[in-house]
């Protein structure tokens, strides 16, 4: 029985303002996504890693690996279109269903050992399962007649590693693609599997902008405790 995470990095960097793709930038000298690869690999080096990047992106990652002298074992898939490309294209080089899936967002680098402990565990018997936190502002909905307040006790912010039996993720991404997936619990729920939620960690930030490098900054320095 083996068990796989998906490392989704198939960003460009846009909304960061940087002439490299987001994942590349440097935390402590390091590559946010080789901090990202480090986190699962440290807890438990039996994880088989695959990584799904852009195919124009990886002669700049085996360059910098080269540079860094980063050597966690893990294999390169081509990006796709979508998330939903990317991560097909990575259920294709997995050949023992026997185990269990997580899919993790190549910046979050700062996801917990017990929030991975805990959407691992919870897979395994459940089949599905996602990490979450409460939202801490007040939320409203807006449509065509303007906005509604609504009970923020009832909603949870999700984030990754989203971990799923991998026989039933591949069973699921064989449906097809839809533009309604918004992540891979979307497309499992979509399959008629119930998704199981397991606590977050508040530091599980998905590094996205200028100011979500600012907090990073601050979480790599120490400044911040990690807390599970």
Aim: aromatic share 8%.
């Amino acid at each position: 029985m083996a068990d796989y995470i998906i490392i989704v990095a198939g960003g460009k960097g846009l909304r960061m303002g940087e002439p490299i793709p987001k994942q590349f930038l440097l935390l402590n000298d390091k590559a946010i996504l080789m901090h990202t690869l480090e986190k699962f690999y440290h807890h438990n080096p039996e994880l088989k890693i695959i990584l799904a990047l852009p195919s124009d992106h990886q002669e700049y990652w085996t360059k910098l690996c080269s540079e860094q002298g980063f050597d966690i074992p893990h294999i390169v898939v081509n990006g796709g279109q979508t998330r939903f490309h990317s991560v097909l294209n990575a259920l294709g080089a997995i050949t023992d269903d026997s185990g269990v899936t997580g899919v993790h967002d190549g910046v979050r680098p700062f996801v917990t050992p017990e929030v991975i402990d805990r959407c691992f565990n919870a897979a395994k018997q459940d089949g599905a399962a996602i990490p979450v936190i409460f939202p801490a502002d007040s939320i409203r909905e807006a449509d065509d007649k303007g906005s509604h307040a609504r009970n923020r006790d009832r909603f949870r912010l999700v984030q990754t590693p989203q971990v799923f039996r991998t026989d039933l993720l591949k069973k699921a991404y064989s449906n097809g693609y839809r533009e309604s997936f918004t992540d891979d619990a979307s497309v499992v729920e979509a399959a008629g599997h119930a998704i199981t939620l397991v606590e977050g960690n508040q530091e599980n930030i998905k590094i996205t902008s200028p100011f979500d490098m600012m907090v990073a900054h601050v979480i790599v320095s120490g400044d911040c405790d990690q807390k599970g």
